[in-house]
């Protein structure tokens, strides 16, 4: 795990992390310390244990889904789509469909946000839009207007805030209660 994690995968968009060597080896303690049944084959008995009725209420009442999905547009047919596991994982983790600030061929899911970008120049004025590329030497935009914009950068000259729209689920990560996930999977699950 260690080169992994370090080198990360770019070719993959997974980050390289500066942990040391006693960091890794304890996040790969605890990983091992996991049951082996959530590790091995995904198992449907395990995953669908929740109420689908109670899912359906919460994704649209408590739970705000509907604030950037719907069940009719870019979350049809999910439970068509994937298995249970890969369904509950995703629900968590908002998926990893769309790269960073880079859409997936074809029409934009109806709601959900795109990642965004606001860049401060030295003389205050902010010039807001869709992120369209970021490196440590360029960032471009696209404003409302369509009009595109880019901007090189010096180390933290113009001040640049990118607004990653799966900021919502990273935010739930530590807040979810089981039961929550447990019945939005069974509900997910009949969306064919
Ligand atoms: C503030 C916006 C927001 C809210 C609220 C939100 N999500 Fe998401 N969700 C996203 C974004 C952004 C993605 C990534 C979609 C993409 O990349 O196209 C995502 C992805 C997902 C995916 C993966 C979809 C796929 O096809 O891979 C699932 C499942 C999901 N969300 C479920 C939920 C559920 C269930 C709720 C409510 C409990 C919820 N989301 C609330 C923004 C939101």
Redo the contacts with the bound molecule.
């Keep these: 795990m260690t080169p992994i994690v370090q080198n990360g995968i770019p070719a993959q968009g997974m980050p390289k992390f500066t942990l040391s060597g006693a960091d890794v080896a304890a996040i790969a303690a605890w990983l091992h310390s996991q049951p082996l049944s959530d590790r091995g084959a995904p198992s449907t008995l395990d995953i669908l244990v929740g109420n689908a009725k109670e899912g359906e209420a919460?994704?649209n009442g408590a739970?705000?889904?509907t604030?950037?999905?719907s069940v009719t547009g870019?979350?049809a047919g999910?439970g068509a789509?994937?298995d249970p596991k890969t369904?509950q994982n995703?629900?968590v983790s908002?998926?990893s469909?769309?790269g960073f600030g880079r859409r997936?061929a074809g029409p934009a899911?109806p709601k959900?946000?795109p990642t965004t970008v606001t860049v401060t120049l030295l003389s205050g004025q902010t010039i807001t839009g869709d992120l369209d590329h970021i490196s440590a030497f360029v960032v471009a935009l696209r404003e409302p207007d369509g009009t595109y914009r880019s901007f090189p950068r010096y180390d933290s000259i113009p001040k640049v805030v990118v607004t990653n729209?799966?900021q919502?689920?990273i935010d739930?990560l530590p807040k979810w209660r089981d039961s929550?996930i447990h019945s939005?999977t069974a509900y997910?699950v009949t969306l064919k």
């Design positions: 919460y994704f739970g705000h889904c604030q950037c999905h870019d979350l999910i789509r994937y369904i995703r629900i908002g998926g469909s769309r997936p899911p959900v946000p729209p799966l919502w689920h739930m929550d939005l997910l």
